[in-house]
């Protein structure tokens, strides 16, 4: 999306010179959709998380793709323990609230910036204190033991959307610095791949290059990028590459968000393009440009950027890299020939009794599936992260079914429950372009980090115009984690290349529409 975000600023400021360099042979990276048998499933991005001031939004509604009239179905949960017994809604809502409530407070450390107990560095210290303070005041223990297992299935819950292994991992000084957007979140009927026809309909098709996985970028290829005293820029074309891949690609000058962009030929003599940058795929192609943009995923960058990058990144960069937390978020999809729910049951919250055990996931990582929900009345989906989500990833889909049928009925405490016809499991961890779900702030890393590796880089103290510049969600302060952050973060970047020394009419990327919102939105960017 980042790069896709760029490439249409540049298009709208009548700049077309660039290529993207994608390294799948599809586009869209992280936002992907699959056939089942009867339905079409999204591996990646599911939701559009807000309304006001999300761009993303804002597109889907200029291109149709929201059904505004639609009302929502009721959502009705229930917790069963895994002898097949029902939670009390009472009980179930009690804890929620308190939960919620102990969410928001940690959240305000970042927001009001005063100091946890000593001692208290993560959000999982910090909630696991707040549940042990809660339940105190309970006399019996069997009220006590119901009630936290609600608790650490909710922190499971939190592990997903937070992107991590455990709560643990998260600095309790940084949650508030993720922005929520108000309106909720938002599905698309069509399915949330449905957002790249819009996004790639300004492009032309030969912009873009699948299958270019980028394995070398010479940021500081030749001699200084000025020619001459006078400060004019040497008489190369502004050209640009644009890079989404997972594994080792890059993107150049400005554009989309596929593997790489270059907008040069491959193979023109490097003489010509010595104050270039020059980008390796692994093809053996070669592009040249005055600029690119790096939107490879965090996780690709943790494995490869100490030897993608030539020369290499500033310290303080590939310290930021190492700071950050990129975790794993798996989804596990089971199409049904009929239904067997009740059909006003929604989602089913499972309340194991113990943890999973880290030293034998072979018999507990099932154990980290906090929820089965209903997609539809003959599709269902769990969700499991960190080192459990690693380790299904292992193995086969039939495994997977197998195991998912038996939690189903001894939850529900029906033998009955019927097996899947389907079943499909995401592997974003394994995924070479990926290598990972999405981005978080660890323990001990912080907001700054994430500016940081945002930071684009010159070639020299006299350069008025980055030569390399990064993109995606995990260069976005405020929403990493989310498609919007990344495009945001995409047009930011794109606008430093665009920028000149000179103040000049910028056409904003708002999207076709009138909402104030979107017009906000853009004025608040850089660019």
């Not at 591996?43 to 929201?66: C, D, R, S, Y």
Request: net charge negative; aromatic share 8%.
């Amino acid at each position: 999306m980042a790069g896709l975000a760029a490439a249409n600023h540049l298009i709208k400021n009548g700049v077309d010179d660039f290529k993207i360099l994608e390294a799948r042979k599809r586009i869209g990276g992280r936002i992907v959709a699959i056939p089942l048998k009867n339905h079409v499933v999204e591996l990646g991005a599911n939701w559009i998380h807000g309304v006001l001031g999300n761009p993303i939004f804002e597109i889907a509604m200029a291109n149709g793709l929201v059904n505004i009239i639609n009302t929502p179905k009721p959502h009705k949960v229930i917790a069963a323990t895994e002898d097949g017994k029902q939670v009390p809604f009472a009980i179930l809502h009690e804890i929620y609230e308190a939960y919620v409530c102990f969410l928001r407070r940690c959240e305000e450390y970042f927001l009001c910036q005063y100091l946890p107990p000593p001692d208290v560095h993560s959000v999982g210290e910090h909630i696991n204190l707040e549940v042990a303070i809660y339940l105190e005041r309970l006399p019996s223990s069997e009220e006590k033991k119901l009630r936290r297992l609600i608790f650490e299935c909710l922190l499971k819950r939190e592990t997903c959307i937070s992107g991590c292994h455990s709560m643990d991992e998260i600095d309790l000084l940084e949650l508030g610095s993720y922005a929520e957007l108000q309106g909720g979140n938002i599905m698309l009927p069509s399915g949330y791949s449905s957002i790249l026809e819009p996004m790639t309909k300004k492009i032309a098709p030969d912009k873009i290059l699948t299958g270019y996985s980028v394995i070398k970028i010479n940021w500081n290829n030749g001699n200084q990028h000025r020619n001459s005293d006078d400060g004019e820029e040497s008489d190369d074309s502004d050209e640009t590459v644009i890079e989404d891949i997972t594994k080792s690609s890059s993107s150049y000058k400005s554009i989309n968000p596929c593997e790489g962009i270059s907008s040069n030929e491959p193979h023109k003599q490097k003489k010509k393009h010595s104050n270039c940058v020059e980008i390796t795929c692994e093809n053996g192609e070669i592009f040249y440009a005055n600029h690119v943009i790096c939107t490879m995923p965090l996780g690709i960058l943790k494995e490869e950027a100490s030897k993608l990058f030539e020369p290499a990144l500033p310290n303080y960069k590939m310290e930021s890299i190492d700071r950050l937390l990129f975790g794993t978020v798996d989804k596990i999809y089971l199409e049904y020939e009929r239904p067997f729910l009740n059909p006003d049951i929604t989602e089913i919250m499972l309340l194991w009794d113990s943890p999973p055990n880290k030293d034998d996931l072979e018999n507990t990582w099932f154990r980290k599936i906090y929820s089965f929900s209903k997609v539809t009345e003959t599709l269902l989906l769990g969700w499991i992260s960190g080192k459990e989500a690693e380790y299904m990833e292992t193995l086969s889909n039939e495994q997977v079914s197998i195991t998912c049928t038996k939690i189903l009925r001894q939850f529900l405490h029906d033998p009955f429950v019927p097996e899947p016809q389907k079943c499909v499991c995401t592997s974003w961890r394994k995924q070479k372009y990926t290598r990972g779900s999405y981005t978080a702030i660890a323990v001990g890393a912080s907001q700054s980090d994430i500016e940081a590796l945002a930071q684009p880089l010159y070639k020299s103290v006299h350069d008025k115009k980055p030569v390399l510049l990064f993109a995606g969600e995990h260069t976005h302060s405020n929403f990493y984690s989310t498609v919007h952050g990344a495009y945001l973060s995409g047009r930011t970047a794109a606008q430093h290349i665009l920028a000149s020394d000179q103040p000049q009419e910028v056409v904003l990327d708002c999207p076709d529409t009138t909402d104030l919102s979107s017009w906000i939105q853009g004025i608040h960017l850089e660019g």
